[in-house]
């Protein structure tokens, strides 16, 4: 699958999907799962990746019927699941899922299962479990187009109704929300070969089994079977909304050949542009992307910031660390000042933080930034590579936990990056930035001057570094020039000090002509 024709459409879907509880009281038939059932289990999952796994891959195949063929993706927006056949319609349980139909960019079909009291029941698709619009033909009722996913709502904003709150959709894609948010940044099941000249490898989720909430759970429970040309996986999910909704993940996987270059906890977004760019855009908004910035707190309690760019030419960054703390694709900021967009709501996307579970050993957080001359296209990509490839005919235990939040489960008592502002000085050969930092309310000293900066450049030259106070918002501005001279790449780093000690973060940039 390519990456840009699935973000692409996963931009121009609709946001969120809400349904009154008093709905849910209808008498309703409910989506038909079939007859017969089978046992289901953790570890029959794992047992059936791990066969999987001794076989050739061979992606699932669906031959759509001319209907739906060759959809625009107006045209697929218009097919919308009927909300009285949602499994388990009429039944006070605090989840349901509902399905989405194969099409347009998501042709590989889906299996989905419900699993109640340990036993499986496939869903039936239907085409009469869908309503089409105007803008397309019905597909023939004896069509057996299948699913390409499915959304889950439970009571994310009131306790009166169900919200959207997660979606998978597209080979191994699923994106969350937490309260008051729209969606921005995704993640995936596993990256391979991201960026690499061999070309990237996208596994998919082929099977899907739902649990069956109970009256008074807080989580969603979702297994999920993943297959690839390089290897399989057991997925465990249990999903949880709420101000910061949280997934936790827990994947074993099953590779079929050796693999160098893997990313766990791949998150994925979009940085058209921001005032951090070297160049602007003829654009009435000040900024518009997802995220504004990788963080990440290392093995040894160091917190890191990288601005995120779009570069006229592919960039990787990779951060050497071992056993990490955390990372993820952060939106700083927050204000419809920020970007003057009505209709994007920017402001209210997800920042997205991974919490590693256990010792995930020696490898970088590595970053990916690609260019791009549309907003509608992702063009970030964030994950972690182990150092050591992961062997052949054998598993590979990895957990985590993903947190869609406004603001990080965690932060460092020192002060923060709020906001990166690079523009020019009148001359041709000289950048000027200005780095804003905020005082965390439990950050000693960064409220007391005297304050110094630490600017440094791997090439280039940094000059008249100055530190001083915004009137406006208290926070601590730092600026400094900068002469790339001849060179066409390299990275800057800033550190406000106080008394010679650090009291920021590690604010890192990437330079690029």
């Known amino acids: 699958m390519n990456r840009r ?14 349904l009154s509880r008093t709905g849910w009281a209808q008498s ?15 570890q029959l999952l794992l047992t059936q990746a791990q066969n999987l796994a001794r076989a050739a891959f061979e992606l699932p195949r669906l031959q759509l019927p ?56 496939p869903v039936v698709y239907a085409t009469n479990l869908f309503e089409y619009g105007p803008q397309l033909k019905a597909p023939p009722a004896d069509s057996q187009s299948g699913f390409s996913g499915f959304k889950a709502l439970g ?53 899907f089994w739902i649990q069956k909430p109970a ?26 909304p709420g101000r910061s909704t949280i997934l936790d993940v827990e994947l074993t996987l099953f590779p079929r050949k050796v693999l160098t270059h893997v990313g766990l906890a791949p998150l994925t977004s979009m940085f ?23 963080l990440m707190w290392t093995g040894l309690g160091e917190w890191l910031w990288r601005p995120l760019i779009n570069p006229e030419r592919i960039q990787y960054s990779a951060f050497s660390d071992r056993t990490p703390k955390g990372f993820g694709l952060m939106q700083r900021e927050r204000e419809f ?81 709020l906001q990166t502002r690079v523009g020019a000085l009148g001359r041709p050969d000289t950048r000027l930035f200005v780095i804003d930092f905020v005082s965390g309310s439990s950050c000693p000293g960064c409220n007391v001057a005297p304050f110094a900066a630490d600017v440094r450049t791997g090439a ?23 002469r790339p001279g001849r060179t066409e790449q390299t990275d800057l780093r800033c550190e406000l000090k106080q008394n010679g000690q650090a009291i920021s973060e590690t604010w890192i940039y990437r330079w690029t002509l």
Not at 28 to 42: D, L, V
Not at 162 to 176: I, N, T, V
Not at 183 to 201: C, D, F, H, K, V
């Open 337 to 417: 000042s920020d970007y003057q967009d009505i209709d994007a709501r920017f402001g209210d996307r997800p920042s997205v933080w991974v919490e590693p579970i256990g010792d995930w050993g020696e490898g970088t957080v590595d970053l990916i930034e690609l260019p791009t001359r549309s907003e509608i296209y992702d063009n970030v990509v964030a994950f972690w590579r182990p150092k050591t490839p992961l062997a052949e005919i054998a598993s590979h235990h990895f957990r985590y936990r993903l947190h869609w939040c406004w603001e990080p489960p965690v932060r460092s008592t020192q002060a923060y990056t």
């Open 5 to 18: 024709n699935f973000i692409k459409l996963a931009s121009t879907l609709s946001l969120a999907a809400t």
């Open 272 to 294: 058209y542009f921001g005032a951090a760019d070297p160049t602007r855009l003829d654009d009435f908004r000040p900024n518009v992307h997802s995220s504004t910035g990788l």
């Open 28 to 42: 309703a038939p409910g989506a038909a799962p079939a007859a017969e059932g089978t046992q289901f289990s953790e």
């Open 66 to 121: 001319a209907e739906l063929d060759d959809l625009s993706s107006q045209q697929y927006q218009d097919i919308r699941f009927r909300p009285e056949n949602t499994p388990w319609y009429s039944e006070d349980i605090p989840f349901k899922p509902q399905f989405f139909h194969t099409g347009f960019q998501y042709k590989v079909p889906v299996q989905i299962n419900l699993v109640d009291n340990g036993i499986s029941r």
């Open 460 to 482: 280039g030259e940094v000059r008249n570094v100055v530190v001083r106070q915004v009137p406006a918002t208290g926070a601590q501005r730092v600026t400094f020039e900068f």
């Open 215 to 240: 009256q008074g759970d807080r989580q969603m429970l979702i297994y999920a079977l993943l297959d690839g040309p390089s290897l399989t996986g057991a997925y465990k999910i249990r999903a949880e």
């Open 155 to 207: 009571p994310l904003n009131r306790a009166s109704a169900w919200d959207e709150f997660l979606s998978f959709q597209g080979a191994s894609y699923f994106r969350a929300i937490a309260t008051g948010q729209v969606y921005g940044a995704s993640s995936r099941g596993l990256a391979i070969n991201t960026a690499q000249p061999a070309g990237e490898e996208f596994p998919v989720f082929r099977t």
